[in-house]
């Protein structure tokens, strides 16, 4: 990515997405592009839209114009902050920290269900079994680092939020 103006996503032969890296990377055209590109991937939890409200495990916030049904939410790791008042949020329980000097990458789990990129297998629907639990990984600035077992209620800028279909994997603008 750091060597193109522009880069082609492909999956099993086909082209998902074409485009300049940084937008490619903001904007994924699908769930395949979502979990493919960005190092850690984009965290996506099973998620239901509801007459505008979007609930995906103990996170819930609105999004005008999005037609009820099953969708996929979509979250960068370093979108992921301590949660201010009213931000949409949840709860997060840290597992492992990765100390990295610039930054540490924490691992850890909340209520929902994880949803796998698709990279594996396009033809199906890419959803793991319904569990409990879902990993969430998080992007914090090294003095932000939390200890494994604390829970944390993290948050996210409705803006920084990315929806998908569920069935199709396409993004929802």
């Not at 999005?66 to 902050?81: F, K, N, Q, Y």
Request: aromatic fraction near 4%; hydrophobic fraction near 40%.
């Amino acid at each position: 990515m750091t060597l193109g103006d522009r880069i082609v996503v492909m999956s099993a032969g086909e082209v998902q997405q074409i485009g300049r890296p940084q937008e490619v990377y903001r904007q994924p055209a699908n769930i395949f592009v979502a979990g493919f590109i960005g190092s850690p991937p984009m965290n996506l939890l099973r998620g239901s839209a509801r007459e505008g409200r979007v609930q995906a495990g103990d996170l819930e916030f609105s999004r005008a114009g999005i037609p009820d049904g099953d969708v996929v939410v979509g979250v960068r790791p370093e979108a992921l902050t301590v949660a201010n008042d009213g931000m949409p949020s949840f709860d997060f329980t840290v597992d492992v920290v990765e100390p990295l000097g610039d930054e540490a990458v924490i691992h850890g789990t909340t209520a929902g269900s994880v949803v796998e990129s698709g990279a594996e297998e396009m033809d199906e629907l890419p959803l793991l079994a319904a569990g409990s639990r879902a990993p969430v990984v998080a992007r914090f600035l090294p003095e932000e680092e939390p200890s494994p077992g604390e829970t944390l209620r993290l948050g996210i800028s409705e803006e920084r939020i990315m929806l998908f279909d569920a069935r199709s994997g396409a993004a929802i603008t």
